[in-house]
């Protein structure tokens, strides 16, 4: 029976990650979990074989011994002697998530640690929220970080934040055109363009698809951030020199994963499903939808490809230097 849940286990999955645990401990309890599920199966029955027995002759008032065949099981399978039959099991872990950051973290089993690799590979955006805590400023600019000042945040208004946030979305748009190598003079490109699909090819510094505040009621504010490659600290960052333009200071309480490609929040399993049948039933469930997004990026991946400008070549600029449109301090690029 092991044998057969295994091989409904390789794939891609999604865990909720809750904000102190650390990725590799998440990930040792999953595989914990899995392979406590699959030796907790029952085993099959030994095999039989036959065995001459010693034994006194039927009948016999004389003490005559005889051999007798005898079908006696097999204790080599046995789990007592042979010990657990699974005692590894490949498990990888995609886009990471810190320490101090929750929310979606995505996992492979056997052979989907290759899927994890390819959704790398497909330079997928990621959707996050995170709060901000105006009037002061950390060393780690978290909001439990070694204070450094303290500030004001009376002039700071809802329209000044969500101006700011519209320079910072039209400054990384320009820069996801710059990284993503497309020549811009063709029709195919532009379509992209507006479609809101195109893609570095490579890997770049962070780059936000969008930005937006979500709750405004200061000192707090949350925002709403659709990037890729990004770090948890970067966007930490953000905060931190979002509230230097608006003349404050600002620090991040709260960095929350809600969605990493396509996998969101409702796909995240808890803690608490974090056993063998939840696993496989969750690989199952995204199996065929992981497989159309692959497929359907990787056509999108080689389209792009064909739009390359025929003499393009990368720019010579610092890669924080096309985001210095809105902050001197190019929090942008990490």
Known sequence: MGSAVLARLHGLFAAYKPPGLNWKHLRDTVELQL??????????????????????????EEKELTLTATSVPTLTNHPLVRGPAFTSLKVGVGHRLDVQASGVLVLGVGHGCSLLTDMYNAHLTKDYTVRGLLGKATDDFCEDGRLVEKTTYDHVTREKLDRILALIQGSHQKALVTYSNLDLQTQEAYEM???????????????????????????????????MHETQKQ????????????????????????????????????????DLYSI?????????????????????????????????????????????GWTAGGAAGG
């Open 35 to 60: 392979l406590k599920g699959l030796n907790a199966g029952k085993p099959p029955a030994p095999e039989q074989r036959v065995r001459f027995l010693v034994g006194p002759v039927e009948g016999s």
């Open 193 to 227: 363009a507006v479609r809101g699909s195109i893609r570095p090819m490579n890997k770049s510094p962070m780059l936000i698809t969008g930005i937006r505040c979500l709750h405004f009621a200061p000192p707090e504010f949350l925002l709403e951030v659709q990037c």
């Open 235 to 274: 966007l930490r960052r953000l905060v931190h020199e979002i509230g230097l333009e608006l003349k404050t200071t600002a620090v991040c309480s709260q960095v929350r994963r809600t969605r990493d490609g396509f996998f969101t929040l409702d796909d995240a399993l808890l803690r608490t499903h974090w």
């Open 280 to 324: 496989q039933d969750a690989i199952q469930a995204a199996a065929p939808r992981v497989a159309a997004e692959l497929e359907k990026n990787l056509r999108l991946g080689l389209g792009t490809q064909q739009l390359h400008g025929p003499g393009w070549q990368w720019d010579n600029e610092e890669p924080g230097s096309a985001l210095k």
